[in-house]
């Protein structure tokens, strides 16, 4: 890369040395080439029209922070980033809430953000844009007179064709990622349903070469799947719980859930089906424990303060029914968890239960296999509909809308002969190790350095 890189991400890391998954994925690339990190610092409170602003001092490379008002933390980032697109990418456009004041929000945060690093990038810089906040980004740059690389990332599911019409007409994903020389999608389901949309929507033709091909432009669209930093989460899992007796009060058969409070995450059904499980087991002295880790999230918005409720009504009534004087069911733990102790509890645990309805990727589900003790590893059950599932084959595979079929993985799972375990475990390891997190972004960069947005006369000749 001749330039420097510039990344931009909604967040931008505080810490030194930002613990876990992409953020630290992305501090370690950043680390080693140098350049700028762009994102929103919620302590940081601008007036809009400033430029961005340095934040600490790290000496690798810049941190640069843009300011959101109290309106465009509305607009923007609760109104249309996360009541919009994030239904509309996980299939529940149910749960849009449309305005136009989150339309011109998004719009005015995107076009303020693209003049404040236009700012601070030369020509032969590669600004890497991430996730469903900045869809409009490149668009922006481009009418400023960017020309140099500008690569998207989407950690989201791509949504399908039919789901669009729940977006405003003006906001046309097509034409917004037509202005970025690459498009990065997690799986090949996503790229499919990408490509379909560039069809349909701009008449754009796909190319030998899996480009698309848009007037006299051209837009690589391809998947590559984020994974965990394999090495460091295998080594953190390994290491003695230190607290005995939390050690002691978790034996037994653990079955656990780690996920954002979030409608995707498919919670209520998944606790119906541990309430299912419990309810057909043949061997009733068999004490299975379902340890459900949540941390709340987008509070603020209605579709969340909903689901939260209807979370403790189904756990209330799960305990009040299944309890023992000696045994809680279910532990539902409402708060983030250090990640060292959160290792340790993917180990101890018989059973990863990841059931999402709709999810990019879902690390979770990479984090309990790397967790794993291989003479002994626990059972992934997982949904197909996330994003993991499309490689990780040899986990139990389950329909999150199905409470009959989940609850029989779950005692297919607690009862599995220990060379079947170890045989899913390896496989599903092997998949965990192809996608590790630090040549997710060196693959990524290298395509992205690699792509040629103007088309050639040698295109045009191999496409006839
Ligand atoms: P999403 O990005 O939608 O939240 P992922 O499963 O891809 O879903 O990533 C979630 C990340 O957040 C994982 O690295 C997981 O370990 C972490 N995480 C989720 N819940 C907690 C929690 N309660 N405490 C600590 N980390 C958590």
Same mark, same amino acid.
């Given at each position: 890369m001749s330039g420097k890189l510039i990344v931009v991400s909604n967040r931008i890391p505080t810490a030194a040395t930002p613990a876990g998954g992409l953020v630290y994925a992305l501090h370690e690339t950043l680390r080693k080439t140098g350049g700028i990190w762009v994102g929103s610092d919620p302590e940081f409170h601008a007036s809009p029209s400033r430029s961005l602003t340095e934040i600490g001092?790290?000496?690798?490379?810049?941190?640069?922070?843009?300011?959101?008002?109290?309106?465009d933390h509305q607009t923007f980032y609760l109104g249309f980033a996360n009541s919009v697109l994030w239904p509309v990418c996980h299939r529940r456009g149910d749960l849009v809430r449309m305005s136009r004041r989150f339309e011109q929000g998004y719009r005015r945060v995107n076009k303020r953000l693209a003049q404040q690093i236009f700012e601070v990038a030369k020509v032969d810089d590669t600004i890497w844009v991430h996730d469903y906040h900045f869809f409009p980004l490149a668009s922006e740059l481009r009418k400023l007179g960017f020309e140099g690389k500008i690569g998207f990332f989407l950690h989201i599911p791509f949504p399908a064709l039919g789901d669009l019409g729940a977006l405003p007409l003006e906001a046309s994903l097509a034409r917004w990622l037509a202005d970025y020389d690459l498009v990065g999608l997690q799986t090949r389901a996503d790229v499919a349903r990408c490509l379909e949309m560039f069809r349909s929507e701009l008449g754009a033709e796909?190319?030998?070469?899996?480009?698309?091909?848009?007037?006299?432009?051209?837009?690589?669209?391809?998947?590559?799947?984020?994974?965990?930093?394999?090495d460091t989460f295998v080594a953190t899992a390994k290491r003695p719980m230190a607290d005995a007796k939390l050690a002691a009060d978790l034996s037994g058969d653990i079955v656990i859930g780690v996920d954002r409070l979030d409608y995707s995450k498919g919670l209520p059904n998944r606790f119906r089906a541990f309430g299912r499980y419990l309810e057909t087991r043949t061997d009733k002295s068999r004490? !299975?424990? &379902?340890?459900? +880790? *949540?941390?709340?999230?987008?509070?603020?918005?209605? /579709?969340?303060?909903?689901?939260?409720?209807?979370?403790?009504?189904?756990?209330?009534?799960?305990?009040?029914?299944?309890?023992?004087?000696?045994?809680?069911?279910?532990?539902?733990?409402?708060?983030?968890?250090?990640?060292?102790?959160? !290792?340790? &509890?993917?180990? +101890? *645990?018989?059973?990863?239960?990841?059931?999402?309805? /709709?999810?990019?990727?879902?690390?979770?589900?990479?984090?309990?296999?790397?967790?794993?003790?291989?003479?002994?590893p626990g059972v992934l059950v997982l949904s197909r509909m996330a994003g993991a599932a499309e490689d990780m084959t040899q986990a139990l595979l389950v329909n999150p809308y199905d409470i009959e079929e989940m609850s029989e993985a779950l005692t297919? /799972?607690?009862?599995?002969?220990?060379?079947?375990?170890?045989?899913r475990y390896e496989a599903c390891m092997a998949q965990v190790k192809a996608t590790d997190v630090g040549r997710w972004s060196e693959n990524y960069l290298s395509a992205l350095k690699d792509s040629r947005r103007k088309l050639s006369w040698d295109s045009f000749s191999s496409t006839g």
């Open positions: 001092d790290q000496s690798a490379y810049r941190r640069l922070a843009f300011g959101l008002t109290e309106l796909l190319m030998n070469d899996g480009k698309i091909k848009y007037g006299d432009q051209t837009v690589g669209v391809r998947s590559f799947p984020i994974g965990i930093d394999v004490r !299975a424990s &379902l340890l459900q +880790i *949540a941390p709340p999230t987008r509070e603020e918005v209605t /579709a969340y303060q909903d689901i939260r409720h209807e979370l403790e009504e189904l756990a209330g009534r799960l305990n009040g029914e299944n309890a023992e004087l000696d045994w809680t069911p279910l532990r539902y733990i409402h708060r983030n968890i250090d990640r060292n102790l959160l !290792a340790k &509890l993917y180990r +101890i *645990a018989r059973v990863g239960l990841v059931t999402p309805f /709709a999810d990019g990727m879902n690390l979770v589900a990479k984090e309990y296999i790397a967790a794993q003790d291989p003479n002994d297919q /799972a607690l009862n599995m002969p220990l060379q079947e375990r170890q045989d």
